[in-house]
């Protein structure tokens, strides 16, 4: 089973509203990052949160970490047509392996 | 200017046939990655190098092997290719083995027909 699991797995809303999607795991990590990718292309890099953070913002972006939920949540606000994406959560499980196991990933649709 | 780009994008070929997928990144990454992502989008790590070493190598066929002939450049040969291969397959790099962040590449669409 998937180390991290975005929820929901489909989020559809209007330009200018705010989109949450969350994300949860299992083992305890290093750090947390959330990635975007468009239809067709590769993974972008959106932000990271470490372990000992419980906020972090980027721009319109806004992360949240729970490490004794084991869940993080992204926060895009005032959403635009552009941020129609599928998002990824991905984690390191922890004891150094380096291996980030990504998420299912929450398709957005942003509507004009 | 591409920071990792990856040859070919798109690549259709019978069952059996061998093909290979090549990786080159720009960004002085000292970790390069292979993950396969299936028609359900998840994403699964196959390899990962580090300055030429194989770090992780994940239960995949052993049809499956990568070469990396310097710390910018990984490749992708798969043998005896079946239907089941079908897939994306995108290639990353890091910096420190990933904590801070992947860079991808734009990813090869393979089809076995």
């Known amino acids: 089973s998937q180390q991290g699991e975005e929820d929901p797995q489909a989020l559809s809303i209007q330009e200018g509203e705010n989109a949450t999607m969350n994300c949860s795991y299992k083992?305890?990590?290093?750090?947390l990052q959330w990635y975007r990718q468009n239809s067709g292309r590769g993974l972008v890099h959106l932000i990271l949160?470490?372990?000992?953070?419980r906020e972090k913002h980027s721009g319109r972006l806004r992360v949240t970490l729970d490490t004794s939920k084991k869940s993080s949540s992204l926060l895009i606000t005032a959403s635009r047509a552009a941020d129609t994406a599928s998002y990824f959560c991905?984690?390191?499980?922890?004891?150094?392996?380096?291996?980030?196991?990504f998420g299912t990933g929450t398709r957005l649709k942003v509507l004009a | 200017d591409t920071a990792v780009s990856q040859t070919p994008k798109y690549l259709v070929t019978q069952m059996g046939n061998d093909k290979s997928i090549k990786c080159e990144q720009n960004?002085?990454?000292?970790?390069m990655y292979w993950y396969k992502q299936d028609s359900k989008k998840f994403l699964k790590i196959m390899f990962s190098?580090?300055?030429?070493?194989?770090?992780i190598n994940e239960t995949v066929p052993n049809r499956f092997s990568p070469k990396s002939p310097d710390k910018a450049h990984l490749n992708l040969h798969i043998n005896s290719l079946e239907l089941g291969d079908s897939a994306v397959y995108f290639c990353?790099?890091?910096?420190?083995?990933?904590?801070?962040?992947?860079?991808f590449g734009s990813g090869t669409r393979l089809t076995v027909v």
């Open positions: 991905a984690t390191e499980p922890g004891g150094g392996t380096y291996k980030y196991i």
């Open positions: 190098y580090n300055n030429k070493e194989l770090i």
């Open positions: 990353a790099s890091s910096q420190s083995q990933g904590s801070y962040g992947y860079t």
């Open positions: 960004l002085g990454h000292d970790t």
């Open positions: 083992t305890s990590i290093n750090n």
């Open positions: 949160i470490r372990s000992n953070e």
